[in-house]
């Protein structure tokens, strides 16, 4: 459950954003995260192989993108006026078909 201050925050958010919701998660995968976390590829394998070590079944950086995707559409079932899980959602749809080589 959202916080009164993550509420505000997330509001004062929308009420200042100007782009779209594609364009702030294509600014973001190839931006500032793709700074940080490098190609997603690397960054979800490495993912898949913690999740393999948990799960003991071979994981694929793009189940892990499919996976991410489920965890987004599970907090937007809760609070769908949330414009950060639409991003995010968005993000992770990119960062999945670049880890299966559709996008660079």
């Excluded at 489920?70 to 078909?97: F, I, M, N, Q, S």
Aim: glycine content about 8%; proline content about 4%; hydrophobic content about 40%.
């Amino acid at each position: 459950m959202n916080t009164d201050r993550e509420n505000i925050l997330s509001k004062d958010h929308d009420a200042i954003c100007t782009e779209s919701i594609l364009a702030e998660a294509y600014a973001l995968v190839y931006g500032e995260r793709g700074e940080i976390y490098g190609h997603p590829r690397e960054n979800f394998q490495r993912t898949a192989d913690l999740w393999r070590a948990v799960l003991g079944i071979e994981v694929t950086p793009a189940q892990v993108a499919l996976c991410m995707v489920l965890v987004k559409v599970a907090r937007l079932v809760e609070t769908p006026d949330h414009r950060d899980g639409w991003v995010d959602l968005a993000g992770y749809a990119e960062t999945g078909a670049r880890c299966e080589g559709l996008d660079p």
